[in-house]
Every structure is written in C-alpha cells, then in structure tokens.
C-alpha cells in the first residue's frame, strides 16, 4: 500500500473535496483542521492537506490565514480535473461536512469511492452514522485517525 500512496520523507497527505463556498464547509474544515492540530501536537506527524474542489476569496481567505502549532501545511488546489487520481494518491481524507440536511452526496462519493481512512464532522457523525457503521474506515476522531495514519502508512 505504502508504494501506491506517494509518501516522501514520511509526509502523510490528506484530502478534501467538496464546494468550499459554503459557511458549513469552511465551519467543517475549520473544526477538522481544528482537531487534527491538537492530536498532532501529541502525534507529531507531518501533514499536508490539499483542498480541492470550488473556493471564492473569504473560503480562501480564511485558510490561508490558518496557523498551526503542529506540522500542518495546507494547499488549496481549486478544482482538479480528475477527482478519482486525486484522491487515489491521499493517505486519508477528510469530510468537512457541517451542516445541511440528509445525507450530503460527498459523504457518499467519499464513502464509496475511496477506500482509505476519512476523518468526518460531529454532523456527519450525528447525522450519518448509521450509513457508515458497518464501515471500518470511517473516524470521528483526529487522534484515532492520525494514530491510524501514523501506524499503517509510515511503518
């Protein structure tokens, strides 16, 4: 697994994709970004998160302007021509998910699609968990995620 993935001196990449315009996904990301610093203050991996998918100037404005105490380096991409390779070459993902109503169809494309571990939103927890329960690659922890990351990427 570890050669398909594209790991350089022990990098881990995490992606998002989605439409960054909305406030509930910028509150999403934030609130993932959020909880993955904090657990990786303890882990100490280093992390880059690529950003996919549509982004006006506050979304954009607003992650640029993220600061983290941990080893974080975020990338905003924009759209990506070909979804299925970007997220075929992440270590994990996340779904920045924070609100709306019903099951939103990135969390089914992400689920679907890619098989790695996704970090997910209390929302997504408290409104979608009974979709994902049979599912072993879902978190809705960033420290189980990164241990995860950490424990059965790099070694």
Do not use: W
């Amino acid at each position: 697994i570890k050669k398909n993935l594209n790991i350089v001196e022990n990098q881990i990449v995490i992606g998002s994709l989605g439409d960054n315009t909305f406030p509930t996904a910028i509150n999403g990301i934030e609130n993932l970004l959020k909880e993955i610093d904090k657990a990786n203050k303890k882990i100490n991996l280093k992390l880059t998160i690529k950003i996919a998918g549509k982004y006006n100037k506050n979304s954009f404005k607003f992650l640029k302007n993220k600061k983290f105490k941990s080893n974080i380096n975020i990338k905003i991409l924009g759209y990506v021509d070909n979804r299925d390779k970007f997220i075929n070459h992440l270590n994990g993902m996340i779904l920045a998910v924070s609100g709306g109503s019903g099951m939103p169809i990135k969390a089914i494309e992400s689920l679907i699609n890619y098989q790695g571990p996704i970090y997910v939103t209390k929302y997504i927890k408290d409104s979608c968990s009974g979709f994902f329960n049979e599912n072993k690659n879902i978190y809705y922890s960033a420290e189980d995620f990164l241990l995860y990351l950490k424990n059965h990427i790099l070694y």
